[in-house]
């Protein structure tokens, strides 16, 4: 089978730009030999620094034949009396470039036509690529391009070269001003110019003059070089993956090697010497120790590289200590002073007024909860931001909640308190923890929600994929809260309070789709089913039970007995949801019918708030199955729509107060549709 291979040589890439890069390439790719019906194995992304392109194996040699079958004009539009052919067939066949052999008669929608078969040969997969890789690759999309010769080309950088094989022969195209041919460049100082003979041999090549093309392949060997110098140097050292990802983006070789700073910087706390050294070197902190390993683009300079790195680091370092020994200093009414000066959003004000309104909310949570604690509640609220304005966090955003903890601790607050300055803004993404640390997670919901509210007071509210503020991530992280650590709490309850203490309105309908939306997230990932999630999201307000009723739902939804009386509750709510009133006298019930299910309903009702109040869903549903024979009873011996207005209205009255029961469990009418 055949194989084809084109690079893209050109200046420094952006790493910005890695991931979307790869993503566009394989799909315009992928669209192009599924339009083009060429059959492949494999396609390889690669990307590195100073080029990208693609090694596709196991192509056809070409394009299956196609017979195309094209329809003409009628017959008797074709041919006239004396059964020649007419202009309208002799321009059919011109255009079709056939001639009257190639004629076939056809029946179509009752009437004869001319018919003609054109056999169309395949392409050969070389002369496809050719006319299609300029297309393929200035179809790829850039966050932002450079112009250069004149403004006459543009691309993500200007290129320097293009490589294009199809087995053994270099494919004929033309893009940016350069011709492809089968010279590439290996590393800008270690490598050199590479004439190549064999496609297979490419990787091969490249390694040999320092460029390691695939990206997955420079990962590993960052781990592999980790691992290395771990086990030879009997270091501790925590395998960062983000900063693995940025090292192999920004190398072509990445060659590990290990460094010392001064052991003076050692009294700082870890989480600084490792943002100081990860921040302004992509270097990692091996733990307890003042060392580092960094990564050389190459090989042989480990000396010059060492002596390079250390310097740096321990300029940084000299730096962050003298903003943490600074910070230390400043008394923490000073710095709450300071979060006034600081704008936390305009329209809903500073950061001092930002740690106020979670203050008195997560009071109030933490009152709605029922616990105790609310004074440590409230102190450690106040302080949550209290690292804000920070000499450290201004030099080093990452280290936000980190100094919040490290300087109350130093303070001499509870650790409640300290570790809340951190803990808080977590969960910080879908996979990240709950702390389960009670005064945490209540700050932390009285921050998400104080900022959900905030923003659609004023208007910032996400539309599309669009969402600056990260609203849905923290809806996300309320829903999980208040889940997670089985809080009985009413979303809506503590939304009414911070539009109180925000003294801001907003548009309810809005909020409430937008908490559905992130809540029916959740229930598709618990595996909920469609008609039982439209039925419990109405509940979304109080998303403990909500969950709960679901999963009780989904575990009787496939028996019998359920469907049955899900059945009889729907004819109840069918029958009584245009009317608006629950209001009925049991002295106006004139059937003795109507009596037993009153009766019934009595029983039920106060069996099933009792399930309920305990969140027992389970049994909640046990009982109200056993108003199905009643309701059943009923119906077979009762009409409703009586022409007494009295009876009718109360009949209606009494049947919309039993549909009401299921309110607390869902929606009736969304199951089984």
């Not at 950088?157 to 490589?163: A, D, T």
């Not at 590993?220 to 960062?240: F, S, V």
């Not at 419990?536 to 909500?546: G, H």
């Amino acid at each position: 089978m055949n194989k084809l291979l084109f690079e893209i040589g050109m200046e420094e890439l952006p790493s910005s730009e890695y991931k979307n890069i790869k993503k566009q390439l394989n799909e315009n790719i992928e669209k192009f030999l599924k339009e083009n019906n060429l059959k492949y194995e494999k396609i390889n992304i690669f990307i590195s620094p100073r080029r990208f392109g693609s090694y596709i194996t196991g192509l056809s040699d070409s394009q299956p034949d196609k017979v195309e079958e094209r329809k003409g004009p009628a017959k008797s539009v074709a041919y006239n009396e004396n059964g020649e052919p007419t202009k309208a067939l002799l321009g059919f066949l011109k255009g079709a470039k056939a001639t009257e052999k190639d004629i076939i008669i056809k029946e179509f929608k009752g009437n004869e036509y001319v018919f003609i078969k054109i056999e169309r040969k395949g392409k050969t997969t070389k002369k496809l690529f050719e006319e299609n890789l300029p297309k393929i690759i200035k179809s790829i999309k850039f966050k932002k391009s450079m112009k250069w010769g004149n403004g006459d080309y543009e691309f993500v950088r200007p290129v320097h070269w293009i490589l294009g094989m199809y087995n053994k022969e270099i494919l004929d195209f033309e893009i940016f001003g350069k011709k492809a041919s089968n010279i590439t460049y290996g590393h800008r100082f270690f490598g050199g110019k590479i004439e190549l003979k064999e496609i297979e041999k490419y990787f091969e090549e490249l390694k040999n003059n320092y460029v390691i093309a695939n990206f997955e392949e420079r990962v590993q060997k960052i781990k592999n070089d980790l691992q290395q110098l771990k086990e030879k140097n009997n270091i501790k050292i925590e395998q960062d993956e983000d900063l693995i990802i940025e090292i192999a983006e920004l190398t072509e070789y990445p060659t590990g090697v290990i460094g010392t700073f001064n052991e003076k910087y050692m009294k700082l706390p870890y989480e600084i010497i490792e943002v100081t050294v990860k921040h302004h070197q992509r270097s990692f902190v091996v733990k307890d120790e003042n060392k580092y390993i960094s990564f050389q683009d190459g090989i042989g300079r480990e000396e010059n590289i060492i002596k390079g790195y250390s310097r740096v680091i321990n300029a940084r370092l000299d730096d962050a200590a003298f903003y943490y020994e600074d910070d230390l200093k400043v008394s923490i009414e000073d710095n709450l002073k300071s979060l006034e000066k600081i704008t936390y959003q305009k329209g809903i004000g500073n950061y001092k007024e930002k740690v106020e309104r979670i203050e008195k909310l997560s009071e109030f949570i933490a009152n709605e909860l029922k616990i105790k604690e609310v004074k440590e509640i409230k102190r450690a609220a106040k302080l949550s931001k209290i690292d804000i304005p920070s000499n450290v966090v201004y030099e080093f955003p990452e280290m936000q909640g980190i100094m919040g903890r490290i300087y109350l601790k130093n303070k001499g607050e509870t650790e409640n308190i300290y570790l809340t300055a951190e803990e808080h803004y977590h969960p910080i993404e879908e996979n990240d923890k709950v702390t389960k640390n009670i005064v945490s997670d209540i700050v932390s919901l009285a921050d998400r929600i104080d900022d959900i509210v905030g923003y659609f007071g004023i208007g910032k509210i996400p539309s599309g994929s669009k969402d600056p503020f990260a609203l849905r991530r923290k809806s996300f992280g309320v829903f999980r809260i208040i889940i997670e650590n089985d809080w009985d709490i009413d979303i809506k309850n503590i939304v009414k309070k911070a539009s109180e203490i925000l003294n801001l309105e907003y548009d309810e309908n809005k909020l409430e789709d937008f908490f559905k939306s992130r809540f029916e997230t959740i229930l598709l990932k618990e595996g909920i089913k469609p008609d039982i999630l439209s039925s419990v999201i109405t509940n979304y307000n109080k998303p403990l039970r909500a969950i709960i009723s679901a999963k009780a739902l989904l575990k009787y939804s496939d028996s019998k007995e359920f469907k049955e009386f899900i059945t009889a509750f729907q004819r109840v709510n069918n029958i009584s949801k245009k009317h608006n009133s629950t209001e009925y006298q049991g002295r106006l019930f004139v059937e003795e019918v109507e009596k037993n299910l009153f009766e019934k309903y009595l029983e039920t009702k106060a069996q099933l708030e009792d399930k309920i109040k305990i969140l027992d869903y389970e049994g909640a549903m046990e009982k109200l199955i056993n108003l199905k024979e009643a309701i059943d009873t009923y119906f077979d011996n009762i009409f409703v729509m009586d022409k007494d207005e009295s009876i009718r209205l109360n009949r209606l009255g009494f049947l919309k107060t039993i549909s009401e029961m299921f309110k607390d469990i869902g929606d009736v009418s969304k199951l089984y549709q």
